[in-house]
């Protein structure tokens, strides 16, 4: 319950899915406002406020409602955010915004310029989205519902298509309309919203990445072993074996140039290989954090690295000088789970705690 400042009427917020304006004095409900059609648990109203003439309304779903007496069905505006860990980030250089993703399954669009954000309309995923990438103007995200689903990139996006995957989804890469994501029983490649060719493996794909031409394909598996595939046309075609990690791979990822694999295992080893012959460029030299590591991204200029772990820190990498490294510590409690590069010197990380937050590097 909250009172205007008058003291002459009261705000309520109910599990009943609506929020409510009283007389104070004579008891009266004067007006309803309501938050959904259909019954669901994520409209429970947990707490409400009343501050000037803002009148603000919490669900449990995490949104925060701006009500609207003139228009009580409506909210004026509504601020969405995270309630379970951030899973997933992806920035959009078009637009200057980013998506994340969390473990309940919920994708947000986010103005990185002003933090102001949405919720990607449409049907979304069911359970925890492991990663979201950008390709163009379509916006791909995998999940833990055994999908992949296709939204349009930009303001007022929405999911348009789910295509079904062969076992759980892990990780998820995409470039020049080409999309590949790994599960526990392969490796998938996805054009035109269809499934054109699937690779089983005795390993699971824990990790992939695609090279920004869309020639190959790198897969890190739970054997602790990187394979590279060349991508002919629809088709997987074994290149070579990156080995030296000495756990299950978590994350990889390409350079924008494409010169440069990065990975990154359950033994808290960062490696870096040379992406034209497996070379490696950065062998024992990066293993820093104290747990897990769950992701990694390259820096637009490919310059840095940053990767984000178990431990709640990030660590900022730099290919110029293997020696230096800027390490965010606690940037997450409890674990930083999605990292992303907005440009050459300020990052984004999601993580347990369920939120996300931006760093500007030194």
């Not at 701006?66 to 909210?75: C, E, G, I, V, W």
């Not at 602790?224 to 002919?232: D, E, H, I, S, T």
């Not at 990052?347 to 931006?358: E, L, M, Q, Y």
Request: glycine share 8%.
């Amino acid at each position: 319950v909250s009172t205007q400042s008058t003291g002459s009427k009261l705000l309520t917020a109910s599990a009943d899915q609506t929020a409510r304006i009283y007389d104070a004095a004579t008891g009266k409900c004067e007006t309803v406002f309501k938050f959904a059609e259909k019954p669901a648990t994520e409209f429970q109203q947990l707490g409400c406020l009343w501050v000037g003439d803002a009148l603000l309304s919490m669900s449990l779903g995490g949104v925060i409602s701006y009500l609207d007496t003139a228009n009580p069905n409506t909210p004026a505006r509504r601020i969405f955010g995270h309630n379970k860990t951030v899973t997933a980030l992806a920035f959009d250089a078009a637009d200057n915004a980013f998506y994340s993703g969390c473990a309940a399954g919920l994708t947000l669009r986010w103005d990185a310029a002003t933090a102001n954000n949405e919720r990607v309309a449409g049907a979304g995923h069911s359970n925890q989205v492991q990663r979201i990438a950008i390709d163009g103007d379509t916006v791909y995200s995998a999940a833990m519902d055994d999908t992949v689903r296709v939204a349009s990139r930009g303001a007022g996006g929405a999911y348009s298509a789910s295509i079904s995957t062969e076992g759980l989804p892990f990780d998820l890469a995409v470039a020049k309309g080409a999309v590949v994501v790994g599960t526990n029983k392969a490796v998938q490649v996805i054009r035109n919203n269809a499934v054109v060719h699937t690779l089983a493996g005795s390993h699971e794909a824990t990790a992939v990445a695609i090279s920004p031409d869309a020639a190959e394909v790198a897969v890190g598996c739970s054997d602790n072993v990187v394979r590279v595939y060349k991508l002919a046309g629809d088709t997987l075609e074994p290149l070579r074996e990156l080995a030296g990690h000495r756990g299950a791979v978590t994350a990889l990822a390409y350079s924008p140039d494409g010169s440069k694999l990065a990975s990154v295992c359950k033994m808290r080893l960062v490696k870096v290989w040379n992406s034209a012959d497996g070379a490696a460029v950065v062998n024992d030299e990066w293993c820093h954090h104290s747990a897990v590591p769950l992701s990694l991204a390259f820096s637009p200029d490919g310059s840095r690295i940053v990767t984000g772990a178990l431990d709640s820190n990030a660590i900022v990498w730099n290919l110029n000088d293997l020696t230096k490294r800027i390490e965010i510590k606690r940037a997450h409690p409890l674990g930083v789970c999605a990292v992303a590069f907005v440009d050459n010197d300020t990052i984004i990380t999601g993580g347990h705690d369920a939120t996300v937050r931006t760093w500007t590097l030194a």
